[in-house]
């Protein structure tokens, strides 16, 4: 505070202060000291901080009766919509990608069970595997090989080639 000793109001003889005009100069005595204060050293002033602030009036319930938050309330409604939307979007994405993955393993086992029983097909369809079938039936395989019969109009020619 001592620094500030060139604000210190001081009259001149046309009514100016030195603060306000820079042109002026504060005087000094003849030694080329500052003036002696005449007052007390001002102690500076202890700023409340907002937050603060804001917090005691929010929980003392002034917060919520002023004029600008019922002002807001139809953009404060918007923005709980918004979270609302936003939640039940996350919610549904998530049930979403668990439906897929589950898709997914069961596609995964039907492919599976396929090729297995491709597979169990492809081999009980093998010559040697139909004719151990055949003979439990009582049939026997042929020892003669296959032969077309041939149709002319009224007779029947058998070939064999």
């Known amino acids: 505070m001592q620094d500030n000793w060139k604000y210190v109001e001081s009259s001149h003889t046309d009514g100016t202060n030195s603060w306000l005009n820079p042109d002026l100069t ?5 030694a080329g000291e500052k003036p002696p204060q005449s007052e007390d050293p001002v102690k500076p002033v202890r700023k409340v901080r907002k937050g603060r602030k804001a917090v005691k009036e929010f929980l003392g319930g002034d ?3 002023r004029e600008w938050v019922i002002g807001n ?3 404060l409604f918007y923005v709980a919509v918004l979270a609302i939307i936003y939640i039940g979007n996350t919610y549904y994405t998530e049930k979403k990608f668990k439906d897929i993955e589950r898709t997914k393993n069961e596609l995964k086992e039907l492919r599976y069970q396929y090729i297995t029983t491709k597979s169990v ?12 079938q055949a003979i439990t039936y009582g049939l026997k395989e042929t ?3 296959p032969y077309k019969i041939l149709y002319s109009g009224a007779t029947i020619k058998t070939k064999q080639e």
């Open 73 to 75: 309330l139809p953009y």
């Open 121 to 132: 097909l492809m081999f009980r369809c093998r010559q040697s595997e139909i004719s151990k």
């Open 26 to 30: 504060v005087e000094t005595n003849g």
């Open 63 to 65: 917060y919520l009766t």
């Open 143 to 145: 020892m003669l090989p």
